[in-house]
Structures are given as structure tokens and as C-alpha cells.
């Protein structure tokens, strides 16, 4: 025999709120986002002035992994990340606390392993247009022909350890725009700017494309910095002059915090 519609309509509602507390339960029992952070300086905070987490890694809480785990509901960080890093440094100091339980992984790395950060250095000094160009080229044959490599041997290492994780890569931003005729941007030449990124271009492409092969997520800030270089008046990165000697050639603050944080948290969701 049918039970009579209000009887059915009373005995669906309170199936309903029964439900509800269960459902709260499991969520609880299940716990926070496990979120690791890995990577180098581009991570870990270098050019924010405040390195209040680790000083001689340069961690910062206004580095961009900090901020979405503070920004972002039911997530515990373990920030890892430190200034200077190669890929051998993520293998060997890194990924302690990658396990089956680590929901998202973020990794900013390869530009150390490439030399990157001395040709910046030497190009701004240089005095000589051919002696930054050489370099770029050898720079561009690192990239070429031993980066690949060590990005798979760091990214499969990533996936033993946290099988289950979504790992995000995140790449370098342009540090040059269209003119370089501010004090930020001395030493550098209108033909060595345009080298410059497409170096840049070129080391994100190849990290996205081994990236991608190793089933992980790519994320570019070129377009998100772009129109905030060097030479802009809100500008994400710093050029040749920082409130510290290790600022310089990094992200702002409000680069962290502007550029980075919302193009990982969007994938992060």
C-alpha cells in the first residue's frame, strides 16, 4: 500500500538531515588538502624582502605557495622550497614529506641547472652585446641538451613518492618589456631584451612539454606579468636594483601575490 504523500514527503526530509550529519563526518575524518611546495628561489620567496619562514632558503610567507594555503580553505602546506636550487637539491632535500596522502604538489625548477641566474647577472654587467648573446646561445644548448633529463628524473621522482597528487609546474615570467630605458633595467640593451625572454620562452617550453609528458600540469606567468616588468611603474619583478642583494632579479611581492597566486590557485581550484 502507497504511503500517503505527506508521510513520504516527512520520511524524505528526514533521511535528508540524517544524511547531513554523516556527510560532515566523512568530510572531517578525511582532513585538510595535503599541499607540498617545491622548487627554487622563484618559489620559495626570493625578491619578497621578508624572509621570515627560512632565512638561508629565503622562504617567505608572501611567496605564492604561502599565500594559497592561506587564502584557500581546509589546506596544510609544507613549504620545502628554497633559493638556489637545482633539480639534484629537490631529489635530495625535498620531497620528505611527499607521500600517498599529498593532494597537490607545486614545483617551480630548471633554471638553476641552466645557469640561468649568472647569465642574468653577467648580461646586466656586461658592457659587451656579443658577450651576453654567446651566453644566451650556450644557455639555450643547457636547455637543449640537459635539462630534459633531470626535469623527468625529478618529476618521476615526485610521482613515486605522491601517486595520487595533482602536480603543478610552474614556470618563469619575462623579467624585460619593451624598453629598458630605466635605472632597473642598466646594462641591458634594447637587442639583449628581446634574447632574454625568448631564452625564457624557450626554458618554459621545454619544461611544459617534458611537463605535460610526465602527466602534470603547466601553468606560464609570461602573460600574467606582462606590462609589470623591470621598467613598469607596478612592476612584478625587480631588475638590477632591490631592497636586497638576493631581491634582485625576482618576483615582487605583489608579483607573488598578483601574478603567481591566482594562476596556481585557479588550478588548484
Not at 2 to 28: C, D, I, K, M, Y
Not at 145 to 156: C, F, H, I, N, S
Not at 223 to 236: I, N
Request: glycine share 10%; hydrophobic share 40%.
Amino acid at each position: 500500500m502507497p504511503r500517503p504523500p505527506r508521510l513520504a514527503a516527512v520520511l524524505a526530509a528526514a533521511t535528508t538531515l540524517l544524511a547531513l550529519p554523516l556527510a560532515g563526518a566523512a568530510q572531517a575524518a578525511q582532513g585538510p588538502d595535503q599541499y607540498v611546495a617545491l622548487g627554487d628561489s622563484y618559489a620559495a620567496g626570493n625578491g619578497t624582502s621578508n624572509y621570515n619562514l627560512d632565512y638561508s632558503c629565503a622562504r617567505s610567507t608572501d611567496a605564492y605557495a604561502p599565500i594559497i594555503a592561506a587564502e584557500r580553505p581546509g589546506t596544510a602546506l609544507s613549504f620545502l622550497a628554497c633559493g638556489g636550487a637545482k633539480t639534484g637539491d629537490v631529489l635530495a632535500n625535498q620531497l620528505g614529506t611527499l607521500s600517498s596522502d599529498t593532494d597537490y604538489v607545486t614545483l617551480s625548477i630548471g633554471g638553476n641547472d641552466v645557469g640561468f641566474t649568472s647569465l642574468i647577472l653577467g648580461c646586466w654587467n656586461w658592457l659587451d652585446t656579443s658577450g651576453c648573446l654567446s651566453t644566451i646561445d650556450s644557455t639555450n644548448a643547457r636547455i637543449a641538451g640537459e635539462l630534459p633529463a633531470k626535469l623527468d628524473q625529478t618529476y618521476a621522482a615526485i610521482r613515486s613518492r605522491a601517486p595520487k597528487a595533482k602536480v603543478i609546474i610552474v614556470g618563469y615570467p619575462h623579467l624585460l618589456g619593451d624598453t629598458v630605458g630605466c635605472s632597473q633595467a642598466d646594462g641591458i640593451t634594447a637587442t639583449e631584451a628581446p634574447r632574454l625572454n625568448a631564452l625564457v620562452d624557450n626554458l618554459n617550453a621545454t619544461i611544459a612539454q617534458r611537463a605535460r609528458a610526465n602527466g602534470f600540469t603547466f601553468v606560464n606567468p609570461v602573460a600574467a606579468f606582462d606590462g609589470h616588468d623591470v621598467c613598469s611603474s607596478s612592476r612584478y619583478v625587480w631588475g638590477k636594483w632591490a631592497p636586497l642583494i638576493t631581491d634582485i632579479y625576482h618576483p615582487t611581492k605583489a608579483g607573488y601575490r598578483n601574478g603567481y597566486a591566482p594562476l596556481v590557485r585557479a588550478v588548484m581550484g
